[in-house]
Structures are given as structure tokens and as C-alpha cells.
């Protein structure tokens, strides 16, 4: 990584940002492995609907927090803490999202431990993922210590595919080790 990066919660005057990350991050990932209306979706709405989302609040067992560089520029973010209704993975990484050009640069592991901190403060052992098999990027999972654990159909604006699921059993992994 070229600057430090910091981890704080996402703020309303965030939502510019987070919606431009969602829309350019998903053009980027999935053009040509998905149908384009599914990629279809301006960073206009996306900011209103952050913009909404953040002046309405998370549910208090839900996190956002973003990835800033040194500049004040925001690298990404993680939404964490969704009840998922299963006993074995209680909560889930919700989404996570780098901005294209600073992928591959720590930025996604250090808001996936950020978050498992959090959500192991509040009780949480186990989390799970749910990744896109579209998604090229769903080794990263694996390579943070997740482990498939079964998959689910989705449809994405009418568009079906499959969704794969990965879990941590012991969320301690992301940060008492080495990898």
C-alpha cells in the first residue's frame, strides 16, 4: 500500500463517494460477465439511496465504516453485521467494496478484520459472505480464511445466477494470524 489508509464510520457527506465506489466497482467487475441491465444503475440513485440509508440509520447491530486515505480520499467500505437467521453464521459481511484502482493493496482485508472486530465485540464468533459466482475477486475470501459453505440461487434485476456462501467459523483468524 502506497499511503496509510484509516477506518472510520461513514458519514451523510460520505454518500457521494460510496455511491460512486458501488456503481464504478461493479461496471468494472462484472462488464461482460453479467447482462448490462444489471450493471445499469446510475451513481445518482445510488447516492440518494446511500444518502437515505445513512441519514435513516443502520439497525444498531450493522456497521459502515470507510477506508480514507491520508488526502481524505475514500477508498472503500464494508457494510457489516446483517442477521443472516442461522444459527451457525449469525451475521454477515453485507457488502464490500475498493475502489478499482486501489484493489490488491491491503485496503479489503484491513476492513473485513476492522469489521470482525466490531462485530466480535458485540458477541458475534462466526460470519459469512455471500459472493456473486459471477465475481472474479471471490478468492479473496478464501485467501482470508473463508470456507465455502453452500451457495443460493440469486436474481439480480432478472438476471439468475448463483451465490456462493462463505463463513468464518472463528473470526479471530483475521487478525491473530499471519495470513
Not at 499511503?3 to 462488464?31: G, K, Q, S, Y
Not at 437515505?52 to 467500505?77: P, W
Not at 476492522?114 to 458485540?122: D, V
Request: with cysteine.
Amino acid at each position: 500500500m502506497s499511503e496509510p489508509v484509516a477506518i472510520r464510520p461513514a458519514e451523510l457527506d460520505d454518500a457521494p463517494d460510496l455511491a460512486r465506489i458501488l456503481v464504478e466497482t461493479n461496471r468494472a467487475t462484472f462488464h461482460g460477465l453479467v447482462p448490462e441491465k444489471c450493471l445499469d444503475f446510475s451513481i445518482e440513485t445510488s447516492e440518494r439511496n446511500w444518502h437515505r440509508t445513512l441519514k435513516n440509520g443502520l439497525s444498531a447491530r450493522q456497521i459502515l465504516h470507510v477506508a480514507v486515505s491520508e488526502n481524505d480520499e475514500i477508498l472503500g467500505y464494508a457494510l457489516a453485521g446483517g442477521v443472516t437467521g442461522r444459527d451457525d453464521y449469525p451475521r454477515e459481511l453485507n457488502v464490500l467494496m475498493v475502489a478499482t484502482p486501489w484493489q490488491r493493496k491491503g485496503i479489503g482485508r484491513k476492513l473485513v478484520t476492522h469489521a470482525a472486530r466490531i462485530l466480535h465485540k458485540q458477541g458475534v464468533h462466526a460470519i459469512l459472505v455471500g459472493v456473486q459466482i459471477d465475481n472474479p475477486n471471490r478468492a479473496f475470501y478464501e485467501h482470508l480464511g473463508a470456507r465455502h459453505i453452500g451457495e443460493k440461487p440469486l436474481d439480480w434485476d432478472g438476471y439468475m445466477t448463483t451465490e456462493l456462501l462463505y463463513g468464518w467459523d472463528d473470526i479471530t483468524c483475521l487478525w491473530s494470524d499471519t495470513k
